[in-house]
């Protein structure tokens, strides 16, 4: 199991595209084998700051996923909006209880 988090905050401006594009990769995410795959992304309160996690069965659906092009746009135009660095961890897991699958549907952006 391959555990990702990476961290990032966007210039106010691009925060909206970010969801946007965001939506965009799930959404090509949702046609694969959600068997092997899970992808979170969480926003903070200011709207600007990003959050995604990533929980891969093996390197092969991780490459497949990260080659994608929905994908691969998301990061290039969020490079070019980033506000600061990346912040990216690989994590061990340690363990988990209780079960938010389906829980966390698709919301609209957050007022803010």
Do not use: C, W
């Not at 959404?27 to 600007?48: C, I, M, N, P, W």
């Not at 093996?58 to 980033?82: C, G, H, S, T």
């Amino acid at each position: 199991m391959i555990n990702i988090n990476v961290k990032y905050t966007v210039l106010p401006g691009f925060s909206d595209t970010n969801r946007e594009n965001i939506e965009r990769f799930l959404a090509s995410f949702r046609e694969l084998d959600h068997t092997k795959f899970r992808y979170q992304v969480f926003v903070e309160e200011d709207g600007l700051t990003f959050y995604h996690h990533s929980a891969y069965a093996n390197e092969e659906i991780q490459k497949q996923l990260l080659a994608m092009p929905q994908f691969l746009e998301f990061q290039r135009q969020r490079d070019a909006n980033l506000k600061g660095e990346t912040e990216m961890k690989v994590l061990k897991f340690q363990g988990s209880a209780g079960s938010f699958d389906n829980i966390f549907g698709n919301f609209d952006a957050p007022e803010i």
